[in-house]
């Protein structure tokens, strides 16, 4: 059973949407949570969110986490075709490394 | 501004084959990973180095060895090369901490087992 879900699995949308991806997570000792994105070749970091629940902004994206729900989203405003990329979620698990979601491919269309 | 560099970008072997991925990082890191990415299976880690002088293994090791030659490169073999290793892999490494854990990741190796 898949530690981290990702929600949508793919998602297309016209420039100027907005736009909200989904990642569940499982609590063993919970450390953080990270976000990547992932245009042709390697993952790049985005956001690292922790328990304190406090929302990460950069531009047009932001995210944040429920500690209680155990999720977190990422938002995008304003899209733009730049944004098509794979999002990855992962879960910190220390020592072990990072676990993945299966990410959600986004494509916007002009 | 290298970060993490893995050779090389692309291969082809026929079954049987063996082949080493090398991966370098410049950032004194501790903690080194290496990925497989498939499609549709996200990121999945083979084998992980959390410092110099240790391995082990991650949630797909079978097929695979691992070094750990000094803190800066860490390198994955396949002894004999099977048509489900085709894939994308990833080597990437972080400043393991309690609560940080951002790893930086290189452009990875497309590779191709006929």
């Known amino acids: 059973e898949d530690k981290v879900v990702q929600s949508p699995l793919s998602l297309v949308v016209h420039e100027g949407d907005t736009v909200t991806l989904n990642c569940s997570y499982e609590v063993t000792n919970f450390r953080s949570l990270l976000w990547y994105k992932q245009e042709k070749k390697a993952p790049t970091f985005l956001f690292m969110l922790?328990?304190?629940?406090i929302e990460k902004k950069s531009g047009r994206l932001s995210s944040i986490l429920d500690k209680k729900e155990l999720f977190s989203i990422l938002n995008i405003t304003a899209t733009q075709t730049g944004d098509s990329a794979i999002y990855l979620c992962a879960e910190n698990l220390g020592a072990d490394g990072l676990t993945f979601g299966k990410g959600t491919h986004l494509i916007i269309q002009p | 501004n290298a970060g993490v560099t893995q050779t090389p970008k692309f291969q082809v072997l026929k079954t049987g084959q063996s082949m080493t991925l090398q991966c370098a990082q410049d950032?004194?890191?501790?903690?080194m990973y290496w990925y497989r990415q498939d499609p549709g299976m996200g990121l999945r880690l083979i084998y992980y180095?959390?410092?110099?002088?240790?391995?082990d293994k991650g949630e797909v090791p079978n097929g695979y060895n691992v070094s750990r030659l000094n803190k800066r490169e860490f390198s994955l073999r396949l002894e004999s090369a099977a048509p489900s290793q085709t894939s994308v892999y990833f080597c990437a490494s972080s400043e393991l901490g309690s609560v940080k854990n951002i790893q930086y990741f290189g452009a990875g190796t497309r590779l191709s087992v006929l």
């Open positions: 180095s959390a410092s110099e002088g240790t391995t």
């Open positions: 950032m004194n890191h501790n903690s």
């Open positions: 922790t328990s304190s629940g």
